[in-house]
């Protein structure tokens, strides 16, 4: 596995960048676990970012709520699809024990997702959110 930092561009809102940067660090902890091989390691951290993940959704979805968001639907609906993807990953490596398999979706498909997402929804989201005076 080789392991790219996602490249994030900063969106309007200081507090959203700051929980991208956080997720990052996550993801740069959870490359160097595979990388080690550690079992206990990726557990750990694979609760840590599952929980990071839900107050990053939900942290948006609140605000983009609070500001009566139009598109707030579409926007969730991204988040959606990743919570379900991670719900599976996490059952199967779960039964399987498989850290490639894991390490598939985390360095492929979820940073893969997280970049696009970040360019688009949340830099929409955020600019509208920073115009109706939502921090
Ligand atoms: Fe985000
Ligand atoms: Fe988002």
Redesign the pocket.
């Known amino acids: 596995m080789s392991y790219r930092r996602p490249r994030l561009p900063e969106v309007a809102l200081p507090a959203m960048n700051r929980v991208h940067e956080e997720e990052l660090a996550l993801l740069d902890r959870l490359a160097q676990a595979f990388e080690e091989g550690e079992e206990a390691a990726i557990d750990a951290l694979l609760e840590e970012f599952a929980t990071h993940l839900e107050a990053h959704?939900a942290g948006?979805e609140g605000r983009m709520e609070r500001a009566a968001f139009p598109p707030y639907p579409v926007?969730r609906a991204?988040?959606e699809r990743i919570r379900e993807e991670l719900a599976q990953v996490r059952a199967r490596w779960r039964e399987t024990r498989d850290a490639a398999m894991l390490a598939r979706w985390f360095f492929e498909d979820y940073t893969r997702w997280l970049e696009s997402?970040v360019a688009t929804?949340?830099h929409v989201?955020a600019a509208y959110l920073a115009m109706q005076g939502i921090d």
Do not use: A, G, K, L
Request: negative net charge.
């Open positions: 959704f948006e926007h991204e988040h997402h929804m949340d989201t």
